[in-house]
């Protein structure tokens, strides 16, 4: 089977049980694919393109005549790594079979070499038709996976087999024919990011320089490996990844009270939070006038990870600390053994490097004292480094 990649196609045939595709938009999403809603125009009329847009997070294509410039129907073909067209009706059946391409979805199915499922999905008497049969019969000839529709209540009194199938199923053999695997589905991966900020007063705080661009790409990978995430974020205006669960916060006491819930339920914790170091000891119920700002008495934050080592039941924790001075290396195996982590990634922020950066480099250092330098890269290629090193450790 020819499958590579994540990206797939989910074609919408016009028949009533186009709304039980969102649920399997869903669960394609789940087990780590990004997929692009193709609707046909028959099918509008049951679910409209607001509702795929708000589900896939990607535009919705509808004609073959929009944006012709950009030759819409071999741009997708040839993104899809798999196509999926759910449901697939009688009409869609025996043009597929037939070769007919007279919209935007027959014609990149057309285009394409990417695997073809089709999930047949109308009433008893269409699907049984000899025509209707010897579609199916040719399509799979050709390769294409038809999964059998369900016997079971159809639209009006009728009872037979044609119903749209479990969605349990529809993944079960799509996965199955496809070969998908998805080395993080079912896993809980919880991930801190951004910079805490402990207030002085109303208007001014001690805060750091964290954007939390290296959480939201852990965030994000993780996802479309299959896990579940959980994203506490610390004063980050980036987007929430799709398909992430996002916790906001502000200051290093509230991050902790989420930590000390979320991390029970965890398989790994990503810190890559800059958690500040002090916070003040007494805050102003109203701004400071400048005249006063004299003096600031301090006291120190929490450090959370060590805090968490006595919650720590065989949950991978990966560590992040930042350096300007020193060496980094021995200062980062010092920190990984302090604060109980199997990892830690460290690197130098001299003269404000890396924070906002899209590009990142350090030295991933583990439990027993083992070094790798990280050569200058992306953050999304350092959240897949640290994912596959994570999932080594869980086993």
């Not at 998908?180 to 402990?198: C, D, F, M, N, Y």
């Not at 916060?249 to 914790?269: C, G, P, R, W």
Request: a neutral charge.
């Amino acid at each position: 089977m020819k499958f590579s990649g994540r990206e797939v196609i989910l074609g919408i045939g016009g028949g009533i049980s186009a709304y039980k595709s969102a649920d399997l938009l869903r669960r394609l999403q789940d087990v780590g694919l990004d997929v692009s809603v193709v609707p046909t125009k028959a099918s509008l009329n049951f679910v409209g393109t607001a509702t795929w847009e708000a589900l896939s997070g990607h535009p919705v294509p509808t004609s073959l005549w929009n944006n012709v410039h950009d030759v819409a129907h071999i741009k997708l073909s040839k993104k899809a790594s798999a196509i999926l067209i759910a449901p697939t009706t009688a009409d869609l059946l025996a043009k597929l079979a037939n070769g007919l391409a007279d919209d935007l979805l027959t014609n990149i199915v057309l285009a394409t070499t990417a695997p073809l499922i089709l999930i047949p999905a109308m009433h008893p008497e269409m699907w049984s038709h000899k025509a209707t049969q010897e579609n199916v019969e040719r399509l799979r000839n050709r390769g294409v996976l038809v999964i059998e529709p369900d016997e079971g209540r159809m639209t009006g009194e009728d009872i037979g087999v044609g119903r749209y199938p479990t969605v349990e199923r529809i993944i079960k053999e799509t996965t199955t024919f496809l070969e998908i695997t998805s080395p993080l589905l079912g896993k809980q991966i919880l991930v801190t990011a951004g910079g805490t900020r402990e207030p002085i007063d109303p208007v001014r705080y001690i805060g750091n320089r964290s954007t939390g661009k290296q959480g939201f790409a852990i965030a994000k990978v993780a996802r479309s490996q299959g896990a579940e995430v959980t994203l506490i974020a610390a004063n980050c205006d980036l987007p929430t990844p799709l398909g992430v669960r996002r916790i906001n916060v502000e200051s290093a006491s509230q991050m902790q009270e989420v930590l000390n819930i979320e991390f029970t339920k965890t398989d790994a914790l990503f810190m890559t939070a800059a958690v500040a170091d002090a916070k003040v000891e007494k805050i102003a119920n109203e701004k400071i006038k400048k005249s006063d700002l004299e003096t600031i008495k301090l006291s120190p934050n929490p450090d959370l990870l060590v805090d968490l080592k006595s919650f720590k039941k065989g949950q991978v924790v990966i560590a992040f600390a930042a350096e300007t001075s020193g060496d980094i290396v021995v200062e980062g195996r010092r920190k990984c053994v302090a604060k109980g982590a199997d990892l830690i990634y460290v690197n130098d922020v001299s003269n404000g490097a890396i924070f906002g950066s899209d590009q990142t480099s350090g030295w991933v250092i583990d439990s027993d004292g083992n070094s790798e330098k990280f050569d200058l890269n992306n953050k999304d290629t350092l959240a897949f480094e640290l994912l596959k090193r994570a999932q080594v450790k869980l086993g």
